[in-house]
Each structure stands twice: as structure tokens, then as C-alpha cells.
């Protein structure tokens, strides 16, 4: 188990290693971020001086190793739009985008439950083909277009719900239903197919031959096997949410991460964009990782091969 | 298989209802905050050198100006540190009293030594104000004979100190407190800023909001009306509406399409009238115009092609009006004694406009790069574009609508790598001073690479704006500017914009005047 | 022969496919008594899991139905119960043993959950108590150590122990009658006697009434005293085992018998019958094994045959065995 | 005679020890979701005919007419005009082009690189493998609209970095899934058969394990298709998707969404035709998967 771990966190860091080089490379590729900080009327001289004084007038290679050098011990640099270390703009941040992306992941696990299991216990029959269409359909909107009606209707119409920024509970329930909703197709499809194939299981067959009630046939022995694949995907549902996050934090007026890489981008912010990629990998990887962990949990043949 | 499928019908409903039935929490309703919605925070800076001039919304209240204005942008008393103000008769030492007794949010004293200190800081190396480099060339020293007086000693004589250091223009007159930088730091400064303004800084919580608490009197606004006042970051126009009608923000930047539908619902739409003027041009090559735009002809029909009343009306919804002189500030014309006559204003006539493209000898058209961007206040960048590339294209001109972002249009602008193609901007309003500062950048040749006319006399008569003491004079020099740049068709005007602000139903009289990037909430917040 | 645990009459269960309807058991009729073991044995498809499903009302939904007849446990009727009934008699009256001890286990949860879970439904225990009976139900089926078995996981067990596992969750109510639904198939020859051998013991301790599904007409000879024989959902033939061995009635039957492998050859699956096994969906009109039949005459193809005496305690359904003037 | 198993020439009855066989209880073929891609990509196709005016030709005079069933509205534009007055049946038309085409190259290029990797990543094994995987890893974790945000402003948003900044992503997945395929066929005999007849790599990846992925990328194809459609979308809300005046139905949502009460049509329609579009990409997929590939779970 332990050296399973470890070179599971071996293979992230690689992986981490080699996305570096490529957010370096890209946002290099940006443009010039002094021309959106300096006033227009600067001179050339005042360009030099402004590209030596944050550093931006050294060879790549130098920077590149500097900037790994320092992303090691969580210094990202300074961020050339706000002034600030960017770790500090990430740590003001990600704890935003984190609730979130849990808020809707439990959103979507909370219908994507209840519709799988119903789709595949009554599999092939009419509740089957809605319970699925109403899981394709979050997929099939694009989200800024549901965010904006729910925004319109919900919170400007109905008077609901608040209709952006994060002020308390309230606030998480359109963005995290329209993140939720997105990805609730992908998980539905997998707890439907799950079930079916555990509910075909002999084993399954075997605790209602043994006069096991149904309900908890379904959701005690059958379920806890067709999570499996649920957990497996959870990374990918993971990083599916943060990026969805951009569109969504965009409409919420929600400050998450997206919304930071989003702004780093357009103001060529180099070090803000290079943060956030590699957060948001490390995240992902950290996730990926756990996920790894409660497969085991989950699964005893996992748990003991390891 | 039975109880489950019983069971689950009821369940899911009763999911539904909990995550409805949430408790639906009224925001901000009962407490004393006026609460502000704005699309972009731009660099979201709290340091005003580090560009705060995009973001005076905010720290204008937080901070003082050592010469105030009317919301109209006309330097006064009132507004400002400096109660009065005179020059020597060389026009070279400028004196400026100081409001006593005026102190920090942190109780030190606003003194002469503070102003000399912001004015230096704003000439800096990390200042990346509006004009630093216009501070460092003009200023040769400043003196402190007296904590109450400060003098402003510039190289060569000039009228516009002032103004120069007033709220209407950039940041580089907002006074910062010496001793807390000093002690603090500027990395420390520019996360918990200290100013002198009636409002003080809370906290910021960077891609959400600002908040500032009042401080008990000021003598901007005397009690304030406000506790607190919350600048709330919103990029999504519905959601802004939608905080509007909820009751969360009190005041928000709205499009101009939208205004008709929420003046039916009787929100009050304030107005910043002919806030900016929306001027297309050619980027020029190594050596200025290049064919066929070198010949006037050409562009005097670019000009005529296109329906300026028809693009008010619908990509800005009728909040804007036809403009007819090439980076013609509209403000400035009163103070210059600029005269608009109605032959100025280019009529829409696409037939002479093929004539003279036919004359010019490009009559079966040429082929013309326009860039699509959008920019703050101007969310009608793109089909602003789309719309005017449409008339040209009516005129056999075959456009190309290049979409980028304007970071990445600037640079083709600046580097001159795209001759003949077309850019434009939402220039902000401002007086004569902050007219000839415009015209300095985008039309003085010697200003390159942000020069956008290239034209030898238009070049005589604003050097001679430079040197010239006399207003009489320079007035006539800036008339004289304006119409050659109009009758050469140095650019194409497009419209003014009036810029509207939906407010809460509840919200007292307000102008929000039209100084850039500043909303003037002084008259809101004041309890005077 | 002592009075019948289990009494089935005119068993009709129809499977709704995209091919039509098949009608997957056709009038099955048998009873079993107390101690006794009845050999089901057929083809892939004949129905003879279908029947047995159709016993505890566990045929697959929404496709199949159970169309008609009677299940009586114990001179209780079982087709009118009610599904919660039904559940109360699932696994406490009525036993299964699944063909496939790989997977009839639950992967994810102990041996002892899983064998606990019975125990607690059918005789409330809790706790300690519990955990003693199920470690007691392991050591009478002959599973070593069991204490030290409730902690594993199935994983962790062979084949032939996770039989036992499942055969111990079997006998936990004890039921009255236990289905094995060819247990044996996926096990080692030795491990496969030694499990009949429990089976044996089990039903000779409980004095269960059993039902024992095979290919394997060579374990029907060692454990049942009775076989009945199915083709296309119907019995064709049925009797003492000796007299279907010796005395076959059924061309089917004797086809089998001709195709038996020796006793001890580790054979699946019975071998060699020509021509096509039935099409379920398009039965001919007369006898299903018409079409294979090396003695088929003209009524066959026309009329299904009723079923005819064919020797002491032996019927069969062919017109053979039609009595002369029939 | 041979003898021959029964077991293999039996129907295939639901036994209660038969894996269930998702075709003989499976769903009937998705008429309605064939329907409406067949449609849609004969419009796409037949676009010059069908389409009743130029999709560009702006007329602000005639701007935002309403639908010809609404109030307002005229048989001239039968599905009204958007804000810079343009026929908006035109534009949906040329739109379900520009769109489906965006969907479909991405989704094939991706898969046409991503199967390769995931072929020789699998067949390979060893270092290949690893080496190949950890980049599929880095790929993985690299937001995708952060990549199209970041090409569009370095080289302009266009179609063409569109279609790339999200194939350069979406590879990733099929590499993955694939070579989990290659990996569990390399353990079967006919591949060890192949190799003992002598067969090289190219001839083993190329008839002897693509043809056993292809059911999986079938399924994987139809079920992105939308999800392209859908992130395209979402990159033009935040200018960076396919660009006007280009007729695409992402920015033609995006643009009208200012429009949602005052004229719906704008947004509301094109909005619509992804719906359609996607959704029925969406269940054919799922329904492909079902017959196909029972145990493919990914998305």
C-alpha cells in the first residue's frame, strides 16, 4: 500500500514536472503583460527598466529553473497585475473554488444517485429513459446559458436565491447547480451501468434468494459495488468541475480560481496563470491520489493486493 | 424490486423540496451599506501608483485629491486638500494651501511633507500612473516652506499643474500618507492602504468586492450616510440586474440595451453623458498612412458609409449620439470656444462615398483588416465592429473582422505591424488639459508609436500648445487642431457614448458625473 | 414416500423478448418430499432455472411473468403471496445454492457480514451471539478456523470454501427446501464430491427437501432419487432414477444417456444430440423434440404429447408411450 | 458428425447463470436521436440550398424581429433577426455547419492521436508506457479552456484554435481508455497466436488490437461530439470560441444572452438547436454504449 502511494506520487509529480514546462512555455506565448501595467505614453527606456525590475529581461532557461526553484516551496512569484505574491491571491482563492466544486459535486451526486439507480432498476422501461434524458440534459445546455437563466429567473425574477458573490450558504446553490447538473450525466451513466452489471450478479441474486429486502439488496449490497467505478471517475468529475468553474464563477460573480486564471490571462499575468495551471494539476493529482485511497477502502481486493 | 420503486418516488421529490426550501436569506437589506456593482475592477489595486487610475471608482473615496472637482470634472475649492491655489507670474512656481486640520484614517496629520512624498512616489520607478512620465519631465522640485503650503516648481512655464493634479485626471494628485509608507512599507501599503478620504479601507477580497467603512466626519461629505460601502465585482450584466432587483447592490453599471427595460420597472437610470467618444482609426505604417488610406478621398468615403444615427439607435440602444470630429473630447470644445456646426456631422451617404472611392481609383474595393475587441464600458465592442464593417462592405470595401483582445490589438497598434487596419476606443470625456494629453499621445508624431495621424501641420500646432502660456492661444491652437484633423478625415468619430447606472429605487439624487473612472458617490454618501 | 414439502402443478412462466413471447417453463408439474432430492435435468435454455426462479417469484423483471399454475410449500399456496410474503419466504422455507461460487459472493463485504446477514433476518440475533452462530454455521459446513474466516474477504477464499460459505448461508434458517442450481460445475472434481458429500450430510441433518439442477447426469445418479427431465420448458420424462437409467421412456432421454460421459470425466456440458437445440420463440406445433426425434412419426409433428405412464412411479411425454388405441 | 457443444448453438435464454446480453433486452434502435442528427447534418450539408439569405447580410433597420409566429414577425425572416439585423434562420443553418464540423474534427482528430498513443502505449508497455502515460497525466490535468483562452489571445480566436486547443486536451482520454483495452487484449491468446505466426508490431496494433478498441471509440466519438459542441459554446461566452461574424451557434448564444427578455429568439433558438443536437449525440451515445460496449464507463 505504502510503495503503491509513493509511486503514485512519483507518477504526479512527473506529470506535474512536465505540465510546468508547458504553462512556462504558454504563458510566455501570451504577449507582453508590461504593455497592459505601463501607461501608454511610456518610453522604451521606461519598458527596459520595468522588464528588469520584475525580472522579465533574464534568459528563459534562468527563469524557468527560478520559477521551479521557488514553486517548490509555494512561491510563485509576484503577480504582475495585482502586485501581490500570487500565492496569496491562490490562497484568498482556491478556498472558494474548493467549497464549490464539493458543493456541486454533491449536488450532482445527490441526483445522479437517486436517477442511476432508479434508471437501472428499472432498466429499459419509460422512468429508465426520463431519469436519463433528465441527466443528458444538464450536459446538453451549454452552462453559461443555464447559469444566466437560473440567474434571471431564480434570483431576479423569483427573488430565490442570491444571484452572485459568496455570502453564506445560499449562495452555493445556483452555481452548484448549474456545475452540479453539468457533470450529473457522466456519473448517472456510470452508477446506471454499474448497477446493471451488479444487479445481474450472482451475488446479488443470491442475497434476494437468501430473502435479503429489496431496498437494501439495492442500496447496501448492490451499491457499495457500483461505487466503485463512481470513485475510479471522481478525479476526472473533479476536474471537470474546476474547469466548468471558469464559465460558472464568471456568471456568479463567484471569486474562484477560474475566474484569477481567467483575469491572468488577459492581462498576460505570467505568474498567475502559471500558479493556477499547476494548482489546479496538483489538485487534481491530490485528488486522483485519494481517490486511489478510497477505491481501496472500498474495495478489499485492492486494499489487501497493495 | 417493489419497495424500493415505492420508496424512491417519494424520496426524490422531498430532495427537491429541501434544496428549494433552503433558506432564502435576504442580503444586505437591513444593514447600512450602499452597495455597488461594477463589471470590472480592472487591476483591483489599492497602491493608486500602481495604475489606480483605472480603479478611481473606489479609491477616490478612500483617498484625497490635492484639487478637487465638480463631478463634471471642473477643479474646485471645495473638493480637494488644497483651498486655493496661485502661480508665480512666470508661470513656473505653483503654491498650493492645504486644508488644515485634515488627518489619516490612522490620526497622523495631512501635511505638506505627505503631498511632496505622493508626488514623488507617483514620479517613481514602480508607479505605472496614467501620466508619471508627464510628472517626472514637467516637475524640477517641490518645497515644504510651511506644513500647510506646498510648491510645485516645474521647468518651463505651464497652466496645468492644477489641473493636472486634480480628480479629473489620473492619480498622480492623490495625497498618501509619508510616515505609515514609510514605516509599513509599499507591500504593505498596497494591502491595507491608509488614505485621508471619507471613507476607509476594510478589506478586499480580490475577483469580489472592496469594502470601506465611513470614517464618523468628513469634511467631503460631513456625517456620512453610509456606514459602509461595498464595491462588489460583477462581470455578468444579468447577475448585476438580477443584485439590482434582489435588493444586494444599490447601484450598478448596466448596458445601454437594457435600459429601457428597467426604466419600465422604474429603476432610476442615472446617465454619465457623452461619458467617452468612440473613434475608429487606421493604424499607421513606419511612415504614417498608408495606401489607399493615404488618400483623403478614401477616407472621407470610409467616413460617409456609415449611418452614425443608425448606430446609436441600435447597437447603443439610443444612449449615444453621432460624433463628428476625430478624437474630438466634446467637453473640451466649450473651454477652447470650438463652435460644432451641423455640416461638421458626417451624413450617411454610402453613393458619394462609392464616388469618391471610384475617383480615388479603388473603386471595386479593397480589402480591409478591422480588429473586434471589447473594452471596459464598451460591451458593444464586437458588434459595434460587426455593424461598421457592415456599412463599408456595403461600399465594396471587403472587411475582415479580426477578433482579439485589446492587449493583443494594442500591441499591432503600437508595433505598427498591420499598416491600414482598423482599431478604435472608448476615450473617456475630460477638460482641455485632459483633452491635449489626448491629442499629445494619439495625434503628435514625435509621440510615436501611439500616434494615430501623422500629419506635419497637426504636429506644428501642438508643439506650439507645449510651450505656449497664453489660454487665448492655446485655445485657438486646439481649434485649429480639431479642424484640420476633421476636414483631413484624420480618423473616423463615431458616437458619444452616455454611459447609464441603474439604481435601487430608494437611492437620493445623484450625478455620476463623467470623470473617468470615477463615479463621484461623494453626493450619495454625503450627509451635508 | 412421505407427504411433499414442495408440490408444483401446471408451472406456466412467459419471457417477453424482442423475438416474442417464449414461454421459458410450459406446464411443469413435480413435487419433492421431505429428505428427498429431485434431478433437474436439461439443455442450456430448457428452463429449468427458470423453473426454479418461478419458485421463489425471481425470474427477471420486467420481462417475465409467471403466467399460470401452482407452487404449494408445504400445502401453502406461494404464486398468490404477496412480494413481502414471498420475501419472508425466500431463504428461510426456500434455499439457494448459485452455480458460481466465484461470484455468488458479495466482493466488497466480509465473509462475515455476508454470512451474518442471514442469521440476523431470519432469527433476530445480534452481537456476540451472532457472530458465535455464524462462526458455528461456517464449522458445519466444514470450513477450518471459521473465526478467523468471518474476517476475510471472499477474495481471500477458493473456490470450493466460498461454496461452502454460500452452502452455510443456505441451511442458516434451516429452509425446508434447497435449491442447488448446478453448484458444483465450477469445481474441482475432488473438491466436487467432497461438496455433494456436504450437500448429502446437510439435507440428511436438516431432512431437506432438494432440488438439484445438473448437466451432470453423472452426479444425478450418485445424489438424486428422483429425476425429471426438461426440454423446452416442459418435463418431458420423469422418474426413479434408477428405472430413467436403465429404462429411458423419452428419445430425448435416450439421447442423453447416450451421450452421458463417464462418471468421474470432467464434462460441462451434455454432448452430442443432433440437429439444432429448439428455437423457444417458434415451437412447433407438436412435440418440441419433433424436429430431432430419430423416432418422430406423423402425430408429432401435429399434436403435443400428453404425459403417459411409462413404468412404476415413471411418466413420459412422447407418444410412444401412447397405450395402444390412445 | 462432429459433435458439437449444445451450449454454443442455444439460444440465448436468460439462464439464471447467463450474463445478461444488453441487445436481447436492450432499447430499441434511438429513432429520435438519429432523427435529429440526420437532419442536422443534411442541413449542415445542404446549407447553401436550404438557408433563405445570407448569413451575414446585416440590416439595423430590421433588427431584432421577432419569430414569424410572434407578434411582429414577418415571413421575410421566419425566424426573426438577431441585433445587427440578420435573417436568424440563415444564421442557425450555417451555424449547425460551423458547429457540427467543429465537433466532429475535434472529436476525430483527438481520437485518431489519442488511440494511436493508447495503442502504443499498451502494446509497448515498460517505459513507452510509462513515459507516454505521465504526459496523458499532464494532458489531463491541463484545464481545457484554459489552454483555448490562453491560444486565443496569443493568436486570435479562430476555428482552426478552437478545434486544436481542445483536441490537444481531449486526446488524453481516448489514449487512456484505450490503452486499458490494449492492456487486458495483450493477455489473450490470439495476440500471443499473432506473434508466434510471426506478425510485427504495426501488424498486430493494426489488425489485431484496433480492431477490438473500435467499439469503445464508437461509443467515445458520438458521446464527445457533444461535449465538444458544449465547451466550444462555453469558450465563446468568454471570447474565445469561434468568432464572428463566423454563423456559430456558441457565439450566437453568448452574444444574444443580453437579449434573454427582450428578445429571446436570439439566444433561444440557436441555444435550442445545440440542445437538440447534443442531447441526441448524448443518448445515441449512451445507447451505442449499451449495445456496444456494455462495460465502457467513461463519461
Known amino acids: ?306 | ?528 | ?326 | 458428425m462432429p459433435a458439437e457443444p449444445l451450449a454454443d448453438r442455444a439460444l440465448p435464454l436468460p439462464d439464471v447463470a447467463a450474463r445478461p446480453d444488453p441487445a436481447a433486452r436492450g432499447r430499441r434502435l434511438p429513432v429520435v436521436s438519429l432523427g435529429i442528427i440526420t437532419i442536422f447534418v443534411l442541413v449542415a450539408i445542404l446549407a447553401p440550398l436550404l438557408s433563405p439569405g445570407d448569413p451575414g447580410e446585416q440590416s439595423l433597420r430590421n433588427r431584432f424581429k421577432p419569430p414569424v409566429w410572434m407578434e411582429g414577425g414577418s415571413s421575410r425572416h421566419l425566424l426573426g433577426t438577431d441585433r445587427l439585423g440578420r435573417d436568424m434562420l440563415s444564421r442557425i443553418v450555417w451555424g449547425s455547419r460551423v458547429s457540427l464540423t467543429a465537433g466532429v474534427v475535434t472529436v476525430l482528430l483527438a481520437s485518431a492521436f489519442g488511440a494511436a498513443v493508447g495503442l502504443v502505449a499498451g502494446y509497448h508497455g515498460g517505459t513507452v508506457d510509462a513515459v507516454l502515460m505521465r504526459v496523458t497525466d499532464a494532458t489531463m490535468s491541463f484545464p481545457v479552456i484554459l489552454l483555448a483562452l490562453i491560444l486565443a489571445v496569443t493568436v486570435g480566436p479562430s476555428f482552426t484554435n478552437v478545434v486544436v486547443a481542445i483536441a490537444v486536451i481531449l486526446w488524453a482520454r481516448y489514449a487512456r481508455v484505450i490503452r486499458g483495452q490494449v492492456l487486458t487484449l495483450m493477455g489473450l491468446d490470439f495476440i500471443a497466436q499473432a506473434r508466434i505466426a510471426g506478425a510485427g508490431a504495426w501488424r498486430i496494433i493494426t489488425r489485431h488490437l484496433f480492431p477490438n478498441t473500435l467499439n469503445t471509440l464508437v461509443v467515445l466519438v458520438t458521446l464527445q461530439i457533444g461535449y465538444v459542441i458544449i465547451v466550444e459554446a462555453s469558450l465563446s461566452f468568454l471570447g474565445a470560441g469561434i468568432p464572428p461574424p463566423t454563423p456559430a451557434w456558441g457565439s450566437m448564444i453568448s452574444e444574444g444572452r443580453e437579449f434573454v427578455t427582450s428578445a429571446w429568439w436570439v439566444s433561444g433558438l440557436p441555444g435550442l438547436a445545440i440542445l437538440l443536437v447534443v442531447l441526441a449525440f448524448n443518448l445515441l451515445g449512451d445507447w451505442l454504449r449499451d449495445t456496444l460496449d456494455p462495460k465502457l464507463r467513461q463519461l
Open chain 2, 1 to 528: 424490486m417493489k419497495p424500493f420503486a415505492r420508496r424512491l418516488p417519494k424520496v426524490l421529490p422531498l430532495l427537491l423540496v429541501v434544496l428549494l426550501a433552503l433558506p432564502v436569506s435576504g442580503w444586505a437589506q437591513a444593514k447600512p451599506d450602499l452597495t455597488i456593482a461594477l463589471s470590472s475592477f480592472s487591476t483591483e489595486t489599492l497602491d493608486p501608483v500602481l495604475a489606480g487610475h483605472l480603479v478611481k471608482y473606489y479609491l477616490s473615496m478612500m483617498f484625497d485629491y490635492l484639487v478637487g472637482t465638480t463631478p463634471d470634472g471642473v477643479p474646485s475649492k471645495d473638493g480637494g486638500l488644497a483651498m486655493r491655489w496661485e502661480s508665480s507670474p512666470d508661470q513656473k512656481r505653483w503654491t498650493f494651501h492645504l486644508r488644515k486640520g485634515v488627518k489619516f484614517h490612522n490620526g497622523d496629520d495631512v501635511t505638506s511633507e505627505d503631498v511632496k512624498f505622493s508626488l514623488e512616489r507617483a514620479a517613481g520607478k514602480r508607479s505605472t500612473t496614467g501620466y508619471a512620465g508627464l510628472l517626472r519631465t514637467m516637475v524640477a522640485s517641490i518645497e515644504t516652506p510651511a506644513p500647510d503650503r506646498v510648491v510645485i516648481v516645474t521647468k518651463d512655464p505651464t497652466l496645468i499643474v492644477p489641473n493636472y493634479l486634480s480628480r479629473a485626471l489620473s492619480t498622480e494628485g492623490m495625497v498618501l500618507p509619508k510616515k505609515y509608507i514609510e514605516a509599513v512599507g509599499d507591500d504593505a501599503f498596497g494591502r491595507k492602504p491608509v488614505g485621508s478620504g471619507p471613507y476607509k479601507f476594510v478589506e478586499q477580497v480580490t475577483g469580489s468586492h472592496i469594502r470601506l467603512a465611513a470614517v464618523d466626519n468628513h469634511w467631503r461629505i460631513g456625517a456620512p450616510k453610509y456606514k459602509n460601502m461595498v464595491f462588489r465585482l460583477v462581470s455578468e450584466e444579468t447577475t448585476r440586474i438580477a443584485l439590482l432587483r434582489r435588493g444586494e447592490v444599490d447601484v450598478t453599471e448596466v448596458s445601454r440595451e437594457r435600459v429601457k427595460e428597467l426604466e419600465k420597472e422604474s429603476y432610476p437610470i442615472h446617465f454619465r453623458r457623452e461619458e467617452a467618444v468612440l473613434t475608429m482609426w487606421w493604424i499607421l505604417g513606419p511612415d504614417g498612412m498608408v495606401p489607399p488610406m493615404k488618400d483623403k478621398r478614401v477616407r472621407e468615403a470610409m467616413n460617409l458609409a456609415v449611418d452614425r444615427a443608425e448606430i446609436a439607435q441600435s447597437i447603443f440602444a439610443g444612449s449615444a449620439e453621432p460624433a463628428p470630429i476625430p478624437l474630438g473630447l466634446s467637453w473640451s470644445f466649450k473651454e477652447i470656444g470650438l463652435k460644432v456646426t451641423p455640416d461638421m456631422q458626417y451624413p450617411y451617404d454610402p453613393a458619394r462615398a462609392k464616388k469618391l472611392l471610384a475617383d480615388a481609383g479603388v473603386g471595386g474595393g479593397f480589402s480591409l483588416d478591422t480588429y473586434a475587441y471589447q473594452l471596459p464600458g464598451l460591451p458593444e465592442g464586437k458588434a459595434f465592429a460587426e455593424a461598421v464593417s457592415g456599412y463599408w462592405e456595403k461600399i465594396g470595401i471587403k472587411v475582415k473582422l479580426i477578433p482579439v483582445d485589446y492587449p493583443a490589438f494594442r500591441k499591432n497598434w503600437v508595433d505598427r505591424k498591420t499598416p491600414g487596419s482598423i482599431g478604435y476606443f472608448n476615450i473617456a470625456n475630460r477638460d482641455w488639459m485632459g483633452t491635449f494629453a489626448l491629442l499629445e499621445k494619439q495625434a503628435y508624431s514625435p509621440s510615436k508609436p501611439t500616434d494615430t495621424v501623422n500629419d506635419p501641420e497637426v504636429d506644428g500646432m501642438l508643439a506650439q500648445v507645449m510651450k505656449q502660456t497664453d489660454r487665448e492661444k492655446i485655445n485657438a491652437l486646439m481649434r485649429g487642431v480639431y479642424t484640420r484633423i476633421r476636414s483631413e478625415h484624420l480618423g473616423m468619430p463615431i458616437v458619444y457614448l452616455h454611459s447609464p447606472y441603474a439604481a435601487s429605487k430608494k437611492l437620493g439624487k445623484w450625478n455620476p458625473g463623467s470623470v473617468m473612472y470615477d463615479l463621484f458617490f461623494d453626493e450619495l454618501a454625503s450627509g451635508k
Open chain 1, 1 to 306: 500500500m505504502i510503495r503503491f502511494v509513493v509511486s503514485r506520487v512519483l507518477q504526479s509529480l512527473v506529470a506535474l514536472a512536465i505540465l510546468s514546462v508547458v504553462v512556462f512555455v504558454l504563458a510566455r506565448a501570451t504577449g507582453d503583460p508590461l504593455q497592459l501595467i505601463l501607461p501608454m505614453s511610456a518610453t522604451p527606456e521606461e519598458y527596459a527598466e520595468a522588464r528588469h525590475y520584475l525580472g522579465l529581461d533574464r534568459p528563459y532557461v534562468e527563469q524557468y529553473l527560478s520559477f521551479v526553484g521557488r514553486a517548490v516551496t509555494g512561491d510563485f512569484g509576484n503577480s504582475l497585475r495585482a502586485r501581490r505574491p500570487v500565492i496569496e491571491l491562490i490562497r484568498e482563492r482556491l478556498p472558494n473554488s474548493l467549497r464549490l466544486a464539493a458543493f456541486a459535486m454533491g449536488i450532482s451526486l445527490s441526483i445522479a444517485f437517486p436517477l442511476g439507480i432508479l434508471a437501472a432498476v428499472k432498466k429499459g422501461t419509460g422512468l429508465d429513459r426520463t431519469a436519463q434524458v433528465i441527466a443528458v440534459l444538464g450536459q446538453s445546455l451549454p452552462t453559461f446559458w443555464v447559469a444566466i437563466v437560473l440567474v434571471e429567473v431564480v434570483a431576479g425574477r423569483l427573488q430565490w436565491l442570491p444571484a452572485g458573490g459568496n455570502q453564506g450558504f445560499t449562495s452555493y446553490v445556483l452555481p452548484g447547480f448549474t456545475l452540479g447538473w453539468f457533470v450529473v450525466a457522466g456519473m448517472m451513466r456510470l452508477l446506471r451501468s454499474g448497477m446493471l452489471e451488479v444487479l445481474d450478479s450472482e451475488y446479488v441474486k443470491l442475497a434476494r434468494v437468501k430473502g435479503v429486502v429489496e431496498h437494501r439488496v439495492v442500496w447496501m449490497h448492490a451499491l457499495k459495488n457500483a461505487l466503485i467505478p463512481v470513485v475510479t471517475f471522481a478525479g476526472i468529475y473533479f476536474s471537470i468541475l474546476v474547469t466548468t468553474a471558469i464559465v460558472v464563477e464568471t456568471v456568479f460573480a463567484w471569486p474562484g480560481l477560474g475566474r484569477l486564471a481567467y483575469e491572468g490571462i488577459s492581462s498576460r499575468d505570467f505568474p498567475v496563470i502559471q500558479a493556477v495551471v499547476l494548482t489546479t494539476a496538483a489538485i487534481v493529482a491530490v485528488v486522483n491520489l485519494s481517490v486511489d485511497c478510497l477505491y481501496a477502502v472500498i474495495d478489499p481486493r485492492i486494499r489487501h493486493a497493495r
Open chain 3, 1 to 326: 414416500m412421505s407427504v411433499p414439502v414442495i408440490e408444483v402443478h401446471d408451472l406456466r412462466t412467459h419471457l417477453v423478448t424482442r423475438w416474442g413471447t417464449i414461454k421459458a417453463v410450459d406446464g411443469v408439474s413435480f413435487s419433492v418430499a421431505e429428505g428427498e432430492t429431485l434431478g433437474l435435468v436439461g439443455e442450456s435454455g430448457s428452463g429449468k432455472s427458470m423453473t426454479c426462479l418461478s419458485l421463489v417469484r425471481l425470474t427477471p423483471r420486467p420481462a417475465s411473468h409467471i403466467v399460470g399454475g401452482s407452487v404449494r410449500l408445504d400445502g401453502d399456496e406461494l404464486t398468490t403471496k404477496t412480494e413481502a410474503e414471498m420475501q419472508r419466504i425466500r431463504g428461510r422455507k426456500i434455499a439457494m445454492i448459485l452455480q458460481d461460487p466465484m461470484s455468488s459472493l458479495n466482493p466488497v463485504f466480509s465473509v462475515g457480514m455476508q454470512v451474518r446477514e442471514p442469521l440476523a433476518m431470519y432469527h433476530g440475533l445480534r452481537g456476540a451471539t451472532l457472530t458465535e452462530r455464524a462462526a458455528a454455521l461456517l464449522a458445519s459446513v466444514r470450513i477450518p478456523s471459521p473465526a478467523a474466516r468471518l474476517r476475510a474477504f471472499p477474495y481471500q477464499l477458493s473456490g470450493g470454501m466460498r461454496q461452502r460459505v454460500v452452502g452455510a448461508m443456505a441451511i442458516a434458517a434451516p429452509p425446508r427446501l434447497l435449491i442447488a442450481d448446478e453448484p458444483t460445475t465450477s469445481l474441482d472434481l475432488t473438491i466436487q464430491a467432497q461438496y455433494l458429500g456436504l450437500l448429502e450430510e446437510l439435507q440428511d441433518r436438516h431432512r431437506l427437501a432438494m432440488i438439484f439442477i445438473t448437466h451432470n447426469l453423472g452426479i444425478v445418479s450418485r445424489i438424486c432419487d428422483r429425476v425429471a427431465v426438461m426440454y423446452a420448458g416442459r418435463i418431458v420424462e420423469a422418474g426413479p432414477v434408477r428405472r430413467i437409467f436403465t429404462a429411458p421412456a423419452h428419445p430425448y432421454t435416450q439421447a442423453l444417456l447416450e451421450s452421458i460421459p463417464r462418471l468421474g470425466a470432467r464434462t460441462e456440458r451434455l454432448t452430442a444430440i443432433e440437429g439444432q437445440p429448439p428455437d423457444l420463440a417458434r415451437l412447433p406445433g407438436g412435440c418440441s423434440f419433433a424436429p430431432r426425434c430419430p423416432q418422430v412419426m406423423d402425430r408429432c409433428r401435429t399434436e403435443a404429447p400428453p404425459e403417459f405412464e411409462a413404468g412404476p412411479g415413471q411418466v413420459s411425454r412422447c407418444w410412444l408411450r401412447a397405450p395402444a388405441g390412445g
